[in-house]
């Protein structure tokens, strides 16, 4: 028998999804709201297996069974987003876009989602913050997880209940390993495919076959509660973007939601008692539909406004809120109340349902295409956005390394080590010292450009990372500089505020290897791809400078005012750009950037010799030296 309603669990759902909601809302309330998924995960993973544990008769009967509750749950309400979110694709965005939301509600349809965001990732996945259906990665995590794991629980009916533990045990270890070791290795993958969150939901399964022990204390579970929620708490406060997650670091939100769950088993605590008030209740039953729906309005929200201000926040939450109200009442609701129709029946034509959805989607974007085509010059500055040329110019897997790459990639004796037959000049940093490269080996053919660049990696002393990026940092700190010496060390970064303090500290101790140090300020950015924001405007005369992002300006001012205060050479890439009026191109039909803010080929030259023509000052005083003065 599936056991009994537990109100504490709607209010845990609550805890689930407002973070995440508020998270993607981009506000600094819950740096990690993020980890309201993981906490549905281990939910997901509780209840389901109770359901399985209830079904009863042959194998076969009990799947249909389970599956029809699957159907009746998930695809009323996800089947609608799908087709309102595809209408508003068509009406909003370009012809192309359009294309590619088409794409991710076909894998979506067919719970691969994941795997194709996965394809897409990587350092540069800006575009897939546009995605309105990005969210359905869970799903499809999820739903991944339901075609093994009800297998596993019926072939293990005969099974004793010990050997059924030890083998989910297993399961859930041995996924749980995998993404440690993946998340250091590839965080993409570690993020969206099953075997690295498996874990997770198994975790919930585990307390749902009794492996775990609930507490037999009443103050045990009331401690237990309290402890839960504030695990879940500390990491949605606390984490942020720069926490290396999953892995390791979702333990904390996955093991506060397990004790909240056992402690609740047995026992009604005052904790549990909070979670069923009415207002945690309510919210937690729309929060499927709440989480299907407030993605695609903020992305669709942001293709109008993309500067969200508070009252434009609150706004969007509440029509987040409404759309998921009316979602729940007038479609998940009448579905998901008995049906007359047999398990094999809800079966049949939840698949044929999924057919007619992919035909209804596919129809509107051939539809899109015919209405809205892209002109022929818009389309050749959309094929700036493509990923082509990105690897030479970055020299991306040897020399600059993304999420996707080990320190094992790095290519030492390439980036690093250059014949002494003239100076050398070191770029560290980001992907916004990488972008560098390519321009400053044209603009300085009479210097060796070295490079030590890693993704999310700012050139920074004591700078948080992943692994690959502390100890790519450590090794040009603490050993190369020492021994090698370069003639020039340029710092650069996608600086922030807090950042100024560090780049200061970091000067100094550069210094003592080299006098010689520059600091390469933040690049002017866009709210969408620069590509994208021209193509717009050739097609739809639709303004850019209303999508450029405001606060780089006020950094890159900060920055200067602190480095000339600290006699820190200081180049600053913004207003390399921006004189006063911002540049996009290079030259007609050639943008300057090829994403939010890393340079094209020809806007790394561009943007080098303006850095070469400014810094030859420094370059001059810098002329006692033999070596350099041959830059001159």
């Given at each position: 028998m599936i056991k009994q309603y537990r109100a504490d669990i709607d209010g845990l759902r609550t805890v689930a999804v407002i973070p995440v909601v508020i998270f993607h809302l981009g506000t600094s309330l819950f740096s990690g709201g993020f980890v309201g998924v993981d906490v549905f995960f281990v939910i997901s993973g509780f209840l389901i297996t109770q359901t399985l544990?209830?079904?009863?008769?042959?194998?076969?009967?009990?799947?249909f069974d389970f599956y029809k509750r699957r159907i009746k749950r998930i695809f009323p309400a996800l089947f609608a987003l799908y087709l309102c979110v595809m209408l508003l694709a068509c009406g909003l965005l370009m012809s192309d876009q359009a294309n590619e939301v088409a794409k991710s509600i076909m894998a979506s349809i067919v719970f691969v989602s994941n795997i194709l965001f996965y394809s897409q990732s990587g350092y540069f996945d800006g575009e897939l913050d546009s995605n309105p259906l990005l969210h359905t990665w869970s799903l499809s995590v999820e739903e991944q997880f339901y075609i093994f794991f009800p297998l596993l629980i019926f072939f293990t009916r005969s099974w004793t209940a010990t050997h059924r533990r030890q083998i989910i045990w297993a399961l859930t270890l041995a996924s749980f390993v995998a993404a440690q070791w993946m998340v250091s290795r590839d965080a993409s993958a570690a993020f969206y495919l099953i075997p690295f969150r498996t874990w997770e939901l198994a975790l919930g399964s585990l307390l749902a076959i009794g492996a775990i022990p609930a507490p037999r204390r009443q103050w045990q579970a009331e401690i237990g509660v309290v402890a839960g929620l504030a695990l879940i708490g500390y990491a949605v406060l606390f984490y942020n973007k720069a926490t290396i997650f999953p892995g390791a670091s979702a333990l904390v939100p996955c093991l506060g939601t397990a004790l909240v769950l056992l402690c609740g088993e047995k026992s009604i605590t005052l904790g549990g008692r909070l979670l069923s008030l009415p207002p945690m209740r309510f919210v937690g039953l729309i929060s499927y539909s709440l989480y299907l729906w407030h993605w695609p309005i903020i992305v669709l929200y942001r293709q109008v406004d993309s500067r969200l201000d508070n009252m434009e926040r609150a706004a969007l939450l509440a029509a987040a809120l409404m759309a998921a109200t009316l979602s729940w009442a007038f479609v998940e609701k009448p579905f998901r109340r008995s049906s007359r129709l047999t398990s094999r029946a809800v079966v049949a034509r939840g698949t044929a349902a999924m057919a007619m959805c992919g035909a209804g989607v596919l129809a509107l974007a051939l539809l899109s295409n015919a209405l809205y085509p892209i002109s022929a010059q818009a389309r050749g500055v959309l094929a700036y956005g493509e990923r082509t040329g990105r690897t030479e110019m970055m020299r991306t897997g040897s020399c600059?390394?993304?999420?996707?790459?080990?320190?094992?990639?790095?290519?030492?004796?390439?980036?690093m080590i250059a014949p002494h037959d003239k100076p050398h000049i070191l770029i560290v940093g980001d992907?916004?010292?990488?972008?560098?490269?390519?321009?400053?080996?044209?603009?300085?053919?009479?210097a060796h450009i070295l490079q030590a660049t890693a993704s999310g990696c700012k050139p920074l002393i004591g700078s948080r990372g992943d692994a690959r990026c502390l100890t790519l940092m450590h090794r040009v700190f603490a050993d190369y500089l020492k021994q090698v010496r370069p003639d020039l060390v340029i710092l650069s970064a996608r600086w922030l505020d807090k950042d100024v303090p560090d780049i200061e500290k970091t000067v100094r101790m550069v210094q003592r290897a080299t006098p010689h140090v520059i600091v390469s300020g933040p690049i002017v950015e866009y709210d969408q791809p620069l590509p994208r924001l021209l193509a717009r405007q050739i097609d739809q005369?639709?303004?850019i400078d209303p999508h450029r992002i405001p606060q780089v300006s006020v950094v890159d001012q900060r920055m200067a005012a602190a480095m000339k205060k600290a006699t820190i050479p200081y180049f600053s890439a913004y207003r390399s750009l921006c004189r006063p009026d911002c540049r996009l191109w290079v030259k007609p039909g050639i943008p300057v950037q090829f994403d939010y803010g890393h340079l094209t080929q020809q806007g790394s030259i561009l943007v080098a010799d303006l850095m070469v023509r400014e810094i030859r000052p420094q370059l001059a005083a810098m002329a006692k030296m033999t070596d350099m003065a041959r830059l001159q």
């Open positions: 544990l209830g079904e009863q008769g042959t194998w076969r009967d009990a799947l600059f390394l993304t999420s996707q790459h080990s320190l094992s990639d790095y290519a030492f004796d390439r980036c992907s916004h010292a990488a972008h560098l490269y390519y321009g400053l080996n044209h603009a300085l053919p009479n005369a639709e303004p």
